[in-house]
């Protein structure tokens, strides 16, 4: 099992920057792939970001790219997403996910999901 819990969430101004990070327990996550999702009220849960158990193999959604960057430190079990020019429309509850398969864009991809932390962009 492993349990997955973000931090890093807050209210913040159009166009400034928060960094989430997602800290691991139970197992090492060095051989997972990570991902990034956010869900804003009232949509589906959407993908965001997401990198392989190297770190060498990233993916992105559009909307934010240039913008965010996912990260991911194996040696603290914790993977990050800097988020900069954060727009209102980013708002939503940001969820970490961990899979075992390859870096992917599917919620059914990934096996373990954290609680979520929220992002509030202010206009």
């Known amino acids: 099992q492993v349990q997955l819990v973000e931090s890093g969430g807050g209210l913040v101004q159009t166009g400034g920057s928060l960094r989430l990070s997602c800290a691991a327990s139970?197992?090492?996550?060095?051989?997972?792939?990570m991902g990034w999702f956010r869900q804003a009220p009232g949509k589906e849960r959407e993908f965001v970001a997401a990198i392989s158990w190297s770190g060498s193999i990233r993916y992105d959604e559009d909307s934010v790219k240039g913008r965010f960057t996912i990260s991911r430190d194996n040696a603290k079990n914790t993977v990050y997403l800097q988020m900069n020019s954060l727009k209102p429309e980013d708002t939503a509850v940001y969820y970490c996910?961990?899979?075992?398969?390859?870096?992917?864009?599917?919620?059914?991809?990934?096996?373990?999901w954290g609680q979520g932390t929220q992002v509030t962009v202010s206009s």
């Open positions: 139970g197992r090492t996550i060095s051989r997972f792939a």
């Open positions: 996910a961990a899979g075992v398969r390859g870096p992917a864009k599917g919620v059914t991809e990934y096996s373990y």
